[in-house]
């Protein structure tokens, strides 16, 4: 893996968002965390409200905004998935010993 990995959710193919691979797991952790429950708290606010009229275009709107920080989210997922698959765990250590 790469030290640094562009963000999916870079606005063009010239991206300027990167993820540092190599982040102790704790800090990707806490960053896909921020931007998943940023997201979270907007949509459960705005499910407890009773009526919402808007136009489509403020929809649209809306939905890539909420997309951003959940792309993020998962792309720090997918790191965190990915170092972990290639750490040995402490059972498999074990079973070697």
Do not use: W
Not at 8 to 25: E, G, H, K, W
Not at 54 to 69: G, K, Q
Not at 72 to 81: H, N, P, T, Y
């Amino acid at each position: 893996m790469k030290e640094f990995m562009a963000l999916t959710s870079n606005a063009d193919d010239l991206p300027s968002l990167y993820v540092n691979t190599t982040q102790p797991l704790h800090s990707l952790l806490s960053t896909a965390k921020y931007r998943i429950g940023a997201v979270t708290q907007i949509l459960e606010n705005l499910a407890m409200r009773g009526d919402i009229t808007t136009d489509s275009v403020i929809l649209s709107d809306f939905a890539l905004l909420c997309c951003i920080p959940l792309r993020d989210g998962c792309d720090l997922l997918d790191v965190i998935a990915h170092r972990m698959d290639v750490q040995p765990s402490a059972h498999s250590e074990r079973k070697a010993s």
